[in-house]
């Protein structure tokens, strides 16, 4: 088992920033590639970013490209999720999840989920 719990969520003005964290428990955290995901309120929940074990490989979605990064520190058991330039279309919860495999775009792939955290971007 792998228990994930994100923090650093909350309500910010469009084009400001946000650091979101997501802190690991429970096994050895370099096999795991981890991802964010987010859900808007009626809305299916969606890929935002993924990271491999090493951290040298990051995929993102084409409408966080170029304003947010993903990261690790391996060191700390934790990943973060740098949100620049937000949007209000950027609302949503956010998750993060760990995948014991490469990491993808699918939420399906992954085996563990941390609870969520809010993001709220006001126009």
């Known amino acids: 088992q792998v228990q994930l719990v994100e923090s650093g969520g909350g309500l910010v003005q469009a084009g400001g920033s946000l650091r979101l964290s997501c802190s690991a428990s429970?096994?050895?955290?370099?096999?795991?590639?981890m991802g964010w995901f987010r859900q808007a309120p009626g809305k299916e929940r969606e890929f935002v970013a993924t990271i491999n074990w090493s951290g040298g490989r990051t995929i993102y979605a084409d409408s966080v490209k170029g304003r947010f990064t993903i990261s690790r520190d391996n060191a700390k058991n934790t990943v973060y999720l740098q949100m620049n330039s937000l949007k209000p279309e950027d609302t949503a919860v956010y998750y993060c999840?760990?995948?014991?495999?490469?990491?993808?775009?699918?939420?399906?792939?992954?085996?563990?989920w941390g609870q969520g955290t809010q993001v709220t971007v006001s126009s």
């Open positions: 999840a760990a995948d014991r495999g490469y990491g993808g775009l699918g939420s399906v792939q992954y085996d563990y």
């Open positions: 429970g096994r050895t955290f370099t096999n795991y590639a």
